[in-house]
């Protein structure tokens, strides 16, 4: 069984940076896409960026095009979010999730999640 685990979250004013790790374990051949979520309190939650863990494509949502950026290490089969030019809106839990499947930025397809770390920015 797949386990992601993530971390990284924090505080930090805006116009800060933070990176975003998700470690997964277990048999992780059957993965094809692991995304990044988040969900501020009393909003839906959203897709953020999402990766093919076979080739390296993205996805990113709008509201952080050119200021977020998803990659992966195959190695330590590890996805990291790295954030930039933080914005008090990007407050919220981040969740790490992963699919068998093909690309998708719909929670619901998802049929692994992490337990999610927050991350607050500061005005």
């Known amino acids: 069984q797949v386990q992601l685990v993530e971390s990284g979250g924090g505080s930090v004013q805006a116009g800060g940076s933070l990176r975003l790790s998700c470690a997964a374990s277990?048999?992780?051949?059957?993965?094809?896409?692991m995304a990044w979520f988040r969900q501020a309190s009393g909003k839906w939650r959203e897709g953020v960026a999402t990766?093919?863990?076979?080739?390296?494509?993205?996805y990113y949502a709008d509201s952080v095009k050119g200021r977020f950026t998803i990659s992966l290490d195959d190695a330590k089969n590890t996805v990291y979010l790295q954030m930039n030019s933080l914005k008090p809106e990007d407050t919220a839990m981040y969740y790490c999730?992963?699919?068998?499947?093909?690309?998708?930025?719909?929670?619901?397809?998802?049929?692994?999640w992490g337990q999610g770390t927050r991350v607050t920015v500061s005005s």
């Open positions: 999730a992963a699919r068998s499947g093909g690309c998708s930025i719909w929670p619901r397809l998802y049929e692994l």
């Open positions: 277990g048999d992780t051949n059957e993965i094809n896409y």
């Open positions: 990766i093919y863990t076979g080739g390296g494509s993205v």
